[in-house]
């Protein structure tokens, strides 16, 4: 089976601060990050869409003790989305004084961007991931 949208185009479409994701033709349920198979009603039968990149911050954690090979960015906050076309996506939310992170960013709206992380051991290089900024 072929994938609709690979995870190639998903990332180079990232790094163009535009978000894509997969469509179900027979619930209309929005997929995001790509899979090979809706999400909800496991239909093959996809399109791929453009979607806003803005939504809502559902939950949050902030990392301490990062994974290898990103140890100099921590410590840093990845929030949960929930996006206005309905799918939830995780990114780091950029620009907060991370003394300030409280229950209070639960219902925020942010609007997504892009960092390119570098690969590590692990991974088959470079890939741009979702970073949240909050609307203005």
Known sequence: ?????????????????????????????????????????????????????????????????????REDEAPYTIVLVELDEGSWIMGNLTDIDLTKVTMELIGKRVKMGHKVFPGDKYSAGDAARPLFSFET
């Open 1 to 69: 089976m072929e994938s609709k949208l690979t995870f190639k185009e998903y990332n180079e479409a990232l790094k163009k601060d535009k978000l894509l994701g997969l469509k179900c033709k027979q619930c209309s349920t929005i997929t995001v990050p790509p899979k090979m198979a809706c999400r909800k009603c496991g239909s093959t039968d996809l399109e791929v869409v453009e979607l806003s990149g803005k939504g809502k911050i559902q939950t949050f954690t902030t990392v301490y003790v990062a994974p290898e090979g």
